[in-house]
């Protein structure tokens, strides 16, 4: 499955004196090969959240298009664009996202229990949080977890349903370097099992586990393969 | 649509602290909105059971009821009273021009002593010309009532041997009537003959005579009038009153609008309160939700980016509501049923109005009534905060929260 941006742009309005808006992402096109993984760099304000929200079709683009497979998922109901989000695209946000009223576990099974499936997931929601050590925390509410676990739990969750797209968002920001080497490890892991991984980070440590790297600043995104 | 429901649960029961004040304000309306109607919908009844129970166009006492344990008093609020008007006037008033049929009614209250079983208003009546009390003692017994038999109002408790004590003698509860919201389920209603027997009773057992110059024979205390078809009802009164010094005519028209004004006026006040508190308590629900809703945030963008649609969020933000709304809603009305049912009596002395209480249906209907008001309400107040949210997109919720 392959996402594709062509010509997405996102603008805010912000009352300043010269101007009473501001682009935060200018036009740019942009592609997640399968099996790669591409780590997104830059300052903070550069507009690198801005883009793989818009990526993850949760930010509607100012104008340009995000295709799925050549589906243009912005223009898909939002139900169906919700269910295309949850069943391809895994997205793990910066900062804590625990639902705190559902257990670790819970959490992590949410996404795959939001829309009728065959499948218990249960077991594999097990072996993920295995994976990411957590395992023995499953029954805990997640407001019970350190910042490092949330994020691991997040991780989790994310990758609950499969995807084929995986959009991380400083996902080793909380983590020690040990951990840090197992999230990406597992990252390598899905990318080379066929999985288009986009990471944002400012962490160096990331860049050796890049198959590209993609720079954003001031709102303009240059690639270097 | 299983998770969003279970979701809902989830949330409620691991943050009730959250809900509980909405819960506390839906309680709040059903509450008001139950006993303002209960309230309304009693005095309503009790109006009509004081127009069934009057029966007649115009009603003639003595002017010494004037006061305390006037007509007024007896009708509404059972409270005791005796007073005459001689045979003489009596025939005046059957004289008068206008009057079709007339109905004596002779009024005696029972003493608290040891040779009566309580003290009561015992009314008696012409079985013969009677068009105001008959027709409601049919309801419940059909028999003539004879001589020595006591029909006994509602509120009077029927004792065992259905045998009641006055002033010496046993007289035979031949029925109980039904209610009627009115001083008249406490009274005591016998035919002339007992009653008058009675009085003598009474003349010849009490130290001091109440009948001292009165012909117990030929007085009544109250004289009912059907007018002649067509006939002026004022103009009779008016006759009446001008011609037979002694006594005071009328009109029960004029009557039953007295109360009914009060009734409107108690109603309107009552009306009022509840739509002030609802009024108060809607706003309130409405910042409390949206103010909720701003707190959650985060916790929707993360739903979102997990997949779930705008619509799957507002029908998390629904059952939500829906429960915390039924619950709350519940919990009002069985305090309402508590207090309402409990305070009747309370309520019926203060407001001095005919209280007539709600049978089951109509209970059933007002309280299915301000449960779906209260929850409704509950559900609309939540409906805008649930639709800012899901109208907003999600990265930029979870961009204002972080």
């Given at each position: 499955m392959k996402l594709t941006a062509k010509g997405i742009s996102r603008r805010f309005f912000r009352n300043a004196r010269n101007s009473n808006y501001f682009y935060a992402v200018e036009k740019t096109d942009l592609d997640l090969e399968e099996?790669?993984?591409?780590?997104?760099i830059g300052r903070s304000g550069s507009g690198k959240t801005t883009l793989i929200n818009m990526l993850a079709g949760v930010l509607t683009p100012t104008e340009g298009s995000v295709m799925l497979d050549g589906q243009d998922i912005y223009k898909l109901s939002d139900t169906d664009?919700?269910?295309?989000?949850?069943?391809?695209i895994g997205y793990i946000p910066q900062g804590q996202t625990g639902l705190q009223s559902l257990t670790v576990l819970e959490?992590?099974?949410?996404?795959?229990?939001?829309?009728?499936?065959?499948?218990?997931?249960?077991?594999?929601?097990?072996?993920?949080?295995?994976?990411?050590?957590?395992?023995?925390?499953?029954?805990?509410?997640?407001?019970?977890?350190?910042?490092?676990?949330?994020?691991?739990?997040?991780?989790?969750?994310?990758?609950?349903?499969?995807p084929e797209i995986i959009i991380a968002d400083e996902p080793t920001a909380d983590l020690d370097n040990d951990t840090t080497s197992l999230v990406l490890g597992l990252f390598r892991q899905l990318a080379d099992n066929g999985a288009s991984v986009l990471i944002v980070t400012h962490e160096s440590d990331v860049l050796s586990y890049a198959d590209r790297v993609c720079k954003m600043d001031k709102g303009i995104l240059k690639i270097s393969d | 649509?299983?998770?969003?429901?279970?979701?809902?649960?989830?949330?409620?029961?691991?943050?009730?602290?959250?809900?509980?004040?909405?819960?506390?304000?839906?309680?709040?309306?059903?509450?008001?909105?139950?006993?303002?109607?209960?309230?309304?919908?009693?005095?309503?009844?009790?109006?009509?059971?004081?127009?069934?129970?009057?029966?007649?166009?115009?009603?003639?006492?003595?002017?010494?009821?004037?006061?305390?344990?006037s007509l007024d008093d007896i009708l509404l609020q059972g409270i005791t009273g005796t007073y005459y008007m001689s045979g003489k006037d009596v025939d005046k008033i059957i004289n008068t021009d206008g009057v079709q049929a007339v109905s004596r009614q002779f009024f005696l209250t029972s003493a608290k002593a040891s040779c009566c079983s309580s003290r009561v208003?015992?009314?008696?009546?012409?079985?013969?010309?009677?068009?105001?009390?008959?027709?409601?003692?049919?309801?419940?017994?059909?028999?003539?009532?004879?001589?020595?038999?006591v029909v006994i109002g509602a509120n009077v408790s029927l004792p065992d041997d259905k045998l009641l004590k006055f002033y010496g003698k046993t007289y035979y509860v031949a029925a109980q009537l039904g209610q009627t919201g009115t001083g008249l389920d406490s009274a005591v209603f016998a035919?002339?003959?007992?009653?008058?027997?009675?009085?003598?009773?009474?003349?010849?057992?009490?130290?001091?005579?109440?009948?001292?110059g009165v012909d117990i024979s030929s007085a009544a205390s109250a004289v009912l009038i059907k007018t002649e078809e067509g006939c002026n009802i004022s103009d009779v009164t008016d006759d009446i009153n001008i011609h037979i010094t002694k006594?005071?005519?009328?009109?029960?028209?004029?009557?039953?609008?007295?109360?009914?004004?009060?009734?409107?006026?108690?109603?309107?006040?009552?009306?009022?309160?509840?739509?002030?508190?609802?009024?108060?308590?809607?706003?309130?629900?409405?910042?409390?939700?949206?103010?909720?809703?701003n707190e959650r945030r985060k916790e929707f963008a993360v739903l979102r980016i997990m997949g779930a649609s705008s619509r799957m969020i507002f029908t998390v933000l629904l059952c939500e509501s829906i429960m915390v709304s039924v619950l709350g809603a519940v919990v009002g009305l069985l305090c309402s049923f508590a207090l309402s049912f409990s305070l009747s009596d309370t309520?019926?002395?203060?407001?001095?109005?005919?209280?007539?209480?709600?049978?089951?249906?109509?209970?059933?209907?007002?309280?299915?009534?301000?449960?779906?008001?209260?929850?409704?309400?509950?559900?609309?107040?939540?409906?805008?905060?649930?639709?800012?949210?899901?109208?907003s997109e999600t990265a930029l919720l979870l961009r204002e929260d972080t």
């Open positions: 099996g790669k993984i591409t780590v997104l664009r919700s269910i295309t989000r949850c069943r391809h959490n992590v099974l949410a996404p795959s229990v939001m829309y009728p499936s065959n499948s218990d997931q249960t077991k594999y929601a097990h072996e993920l949080l295995n994976a990411m050590r957590i395992d023995d925390l499953s029954d805990i509410y997640s407001n019970e977890l350190s910042g490092g676990e949330l994020r691991r739990m997040s991780i989790a969750r994310a990758l609950i349903n499969s | 649509m299983i998770f969003p429901f279970s979701l809902a649960v989830r949330n409620i029961k691991r943050k009730p602290f959250r809900f509980m004040f909405m819960s506390l304000l839906v309680m709040f309306l059903s509450f008001t909105l139950f006993f303002g109607a209960f309230t309304i919908v009693s005095m309503q009844r009790g109006l009509e059971g004081y127009r069934a129970r009057l029966g007649a166009d115009i009603v003639v006492v003595p002017n010494s009821a004037k006061g305390h344990g208003q015992i009314i008696g009546f012409e079985p013969e010309t009677d068009f105001s009390v008959q027709p409601w003692i049919s309801e419940s017994y059909s028999e003539k009532i004879g001589d020595g038999d035919n002339m003959n007992t009653v008058r027997q009675m009085a003598q009773d009474a003349s010849s057992l009490l130290d001091s005579d109440p009948f001292k006594v005071s005519a009328s009109s029960a028209r004029a009557m039953i609008s007295d109360i009914s004004e009060g009734l409107s006026g108690v109603s309107k006040v009552i009306g009022a309160l509840v739509a002030v508190i609802w009024l108060l308590a809607v706003v309130i629900l409405l910042v409390v939700f949206a103010l909720l809703s309520l019926k002395s203060m407001l001095g109005l005919p209280f007539l209480l709600p049978d089951a249906g109509m209970v059933a209907v007002l309280s299915f009534a301000s449960l779906v008001l209260a929850v409704s309400a509950g559900i609309v107040t939540s409906f805008f905060s649930a639709r800012k949210i899901t109208g």
